[in-house]
């Protein structure tokens, strides 16, 4: 635990409506500007912070304390931290876990995440409940706030920005056992360890390929499925892997998509995608299987969504999941493909395992096929 708390410099946070909040400096001392979204998750936050589907985006905890049980090397889901940006009531530097390595303050200084803390967190998130989502700019080296705002009026919006590209695996890699019976490529557009750990633990061997990967190098690793994953961004904005996606349909071999993945595998059916009022993230979503009649507790972190009308007009798309809160569409089934996808995420990094029989599904559909 460190000996003593870093006295913090003024911040200030700027949103794009005119709204200015003032708190105090965390994490890395600059500015920092991206679309506001909040999660309230009460633990996992550092699985958040590496949760590559963040890119993009200044993220509010809604948790009152976060940082109070430090950081440690095996709890990421990709190799840096991916937010733009945090913003929390109480962001800690003292933490209480004696198996972490780090503080909160350390690792956003080494990981270079400028934050803000001290604000009043349950405003921030009524007003982005009420307006939706909008961009923010934080800074901790300029209190001015008319420059503020007119930095922020470059921010681009994240509808229309394509940024898998940005976070995907540059080289193909490989995970699992090469002895396995089951082989499955894996599409990375952000894709989280623990989805590709959750396959492993299953008896696959992966091969992970960048996002701009054609069918035919995918093809090449002779694959018994195909697994599409979650990500950042705008889907309507990403033409090349909605091709590549019908492609994979075409080879009829099973195929599951998370998040993004869900959303893609929507766009190659005909379905289109909308940028959601203010999204859904956090731990605790309730979804029901409309299969089995039963409901999970899940994890979820999307800022798009599928077209509910369009999905409930096609012919060839069996709605599978539906949110309890909302009902928006959770998850879809392909009637004459053995694809299907959620919105969610089953790995549950951080979060309940309710819905992780989801990759025993896809085994199962591959030994079947």
Do not use: W
């Not at 905890?61 to 913003?87: C, F, Q, T, W």
């Not at 405003?123 to 080296?141: D, H, P």
């Not at 029989?357 to 030994?367: C, G, R, S």
């Amino acid at each position: 635990m460190p000996d003593t708390i870093q006295v913090s410099k003024p911040a200030v946070l700027v949103l794009e409506d005119g709204s200015v909040f003032h708190g105090k400096a965390f994490g890395k001392i600059g500015t920092t500007s991206g679309e506001l979204c909040f999660n309230t998750g009460m633990t996992g936050y550092q699985e958040v912070f590496t949760d590559p589907s963040y890119y993009g985006q200044v993220l509010i905890m809604n948790n009152a304390h976060i940082g109070n049980y430090g950081v440690m090397p095996k709890d990421v889901e990709s190799d840096s931290v991916k937010i733009r940006g945090l913003i929390g009531r109480n962001l800690e530097e003292r933490y209480s876990r004696i198996q972490a390595t780090a503080s909160l303050q350390q690792y956003l200084e080494e990981q270079e995440i400028v934050a803000i803390k001290e604000v009043d967190t349950r405003a921030l998130v009524a007003a982005v409940r009420t307006k939706g989502a909008m961009n923010c700019i934080i800074s901790s080296e300029s209190q001015d706030v008319e420059e503020l705002k007119a930095q922020l009026a470059g921010v681009p919006s994240m509808g229309g920005l394509e940024l898998s590209s940005h976070v995907s695996t540059k080289e193909v890699y490989h995970l699992g056992d090469p002895n396995a019976s089951i082989r499955v490529a894996v599409l990375d557009f952000g894709v989280k360890k623990n989805i590709l750990q959750c396959l492993a633990d299953r008896g696959v061997y992966l091969r992970v390929h960048p996002a701009k990967t054609t069918i035919t190098e995918l093809m090449a690793f002779d694959p018994h499925g195909f697994f599409i994953s979650n990500g950042p961004g705008d889907p309507a904005a990403m033409d090349y892997a909605v091709q590549t996606v019908k492609d994979i349909l075409e080879t009829n071999k099973p195929t599951f998509g998370i998040c993004l993945g869900h959303q893609l595998l929507a766009l190659a059916n005909g379905i289109p995608t909308f940028k959601m009022h203010h999204g859904h993230r956090g731990l605790n979503h309730p979804v029901r299987n409309i299969i089995t009649g039963l409901c999970e507790i899940t994890t979820q972190n999307h800022g798009f969504g599928v077209d509910p009308e369009a999905v409930r007009k096609a012919d060839h798309i069996e709605i599978t999941h539906i949110n309890l809160n909302d009902n928006s569409i959770e998850g879809i089934r392909v009637k004459n493909k053995p694809a299907f996808s959620v919105q969610y995420h089953p790995e549950s990094t951080p979060g309940p395992f309710d819905s992780r029989y989801l990759f025993d599904d896809f085994v199962t559909m591959i030994k079947q096929n």
